[in-house]
């Protein structure tokens, strides 16, 4: 049980154009979904907290028009990475947690992104 | 806390060795820690759990251990096996019930 899924896992994207990312919770219903970044060599960094029918909320030096995020379902969280440059290649990571739980998150496999 | 890091360190053991890990946390108002293994190309896997009104938590082969007077945590590892080689992260969670992760170790077996 609790598992959580990303795709896709791994994406190459020419400089401009937007990439979706979505995390989907498969066995349970999740308000509450984030996502962090990770860059090589380093720790998971947070970037917004996805709540269930309402706005996102980012960390601080995130950009929320540069970095969509939609959570439109109880299963499902969307990143989309918009006008993508060579400086957003990074190890995106999704985590979920099921509602009615404060603490547990379950983390997903991750989509690596690279920008030429 | 920030955790950011160019240079992740490293815990090198031999095979059937015990392994601990270390990471000091920074908010003392965290009350709730976590550690994570994650494999190369891989997202976080949940370890082992503990929360601040503990000191001391074991799992199967693991036990977690907390110091709150000089906020410090660690991890053990009993009879290190190759397939534990990961990079290894504790997070805390603080009031807003958010992350915030610590800056790795990677440890390696050697068989």
């Known amino acids: 049980g609790a598992v959580v899924s990303q795709h896709p896992s791994w994406v190459i994207c020419k400089s401009g154009t937007s990439v979706k990312i979505e995390c989907r919770s498969l066995?349970?219903?999740?308000?509450?979904m984030f996502w962090y970044r990770q860059f090589p060599k380093q720790s998971l960094m947070l970037m917004a907290t996805s709540n269930e029918g309402s706005k996102a909320t980012y960390e601080q030096g995130v950009e929320k028009d540069k970095f969509l995020i939609n959570h439109a379902s109880l299963t499902l969280s969307t990143l989309t990475v918009t006008s993508a440059h060579p400086e957003d290649s990074s190890f995106y990571i999704c985590?979920?947690?099921?509602?009615?739980?404060?603490?547990?998150?379950?983390f997903g496999p991750g989509t690596r992104l690279l920008v030429l | 806390g920030e955790s950011v890091g160019l240079h992740l360190p490293t815990l090198s053991v031999q095979e059937g060795d015990n392994s601990i890990i270390n990471c000091a946390y920074s908010n003392s108002a965290s009350d709730y820690f976590i550690w994570y293994k994650q494999e190369s190309g891989k997202g976080p896997q949940f370890i082992i759990d503990i929360r601040s009104n503990m000191d001391k938590r074991q799992g199967q082969r693991v036990t977690v251990l907390l110091n709150k007077t000089v906020k410090h945590l660690s991890l053990q590892i009993a009879a290190t096996q190759p397939g534990d080689s990961a990079v290894y992260f504790c997070a805390e969670i603080t009031g807003r019930r958010a992350l915030t992760f610590g800056s790795g170790t990677r440890l390696q077996v050697q068989p």
């Open positions: 066995d349970f219903q999740a308000t509450t």
């Open positions: 985590s979920a947690r099921a509602t009615g739980n404060q603490e547990t998150q379950y």
